[in-house]
Nanobody
Framework: QVQVMESGGGLVQPGGSLKLSCVAS????????MGWYRQAPGKQRDLVAS???????NYADSVQGRSTAHMDYAAKTLTLQMDSLEPADTAVYFC???????????????WGQGIQVTVSS
């Protein structure tokens, strides 16, 4: 089993910054990708940023230019630095790990429980 733990959420004022952290542990042979997703009340869960094992990083248009994701492959951690936060960034943020438990086994998606980020004055 794989455990995914998020941290760093909270309340921040508009224009402020926040850094989210995610760490994966458990039965992990290889990580293929890690990503941050978010879900606002009444809306679907959307991608914020993802990094594949080659280092290629993809950002949602809504956070492009004001967010930086970093993955430490060896430590199995993923961080997301978000700047110039807006009320529209308010959501529950989920970390996703796409990994395989043993060699030659198909990778699966694992999710954290989510962490609240609220942008409000």
């Amino acid at each position: 089993q794989v455990q995914v733990m998020e941290s760093g959420g909270g309340l921040v004022q508009p224009g402020g910054s926040l850094k989210l952290s995610c760490v994966a542990s458990g039965s992990i042979f290889r990580i293929y990708a890690m990503g941050w997703y978010r879900q606002a009340p009444g809306k679907q869960r959307d991608l914020v940023a993802s990094i594949i094992h080659t280092g290629f990083t993809n950002y949602a248009d809504s956070v492009q230019g004001r967010s930086t994701a970093h993955m430490d492959y060896a430590a199995k951690t993923l961080t997301l630095q978000m700047d110039s936060l807006e009320p529209a960034d308010t959501a529950v943020y989920f970390c996703n790990v796409y990994s395989s438990p043993v060699q030659d086994s198909p990778p699966q998606h694992y999710w954290g429980q989510g962490i609240q980020v609220t942008v409000s004055s």
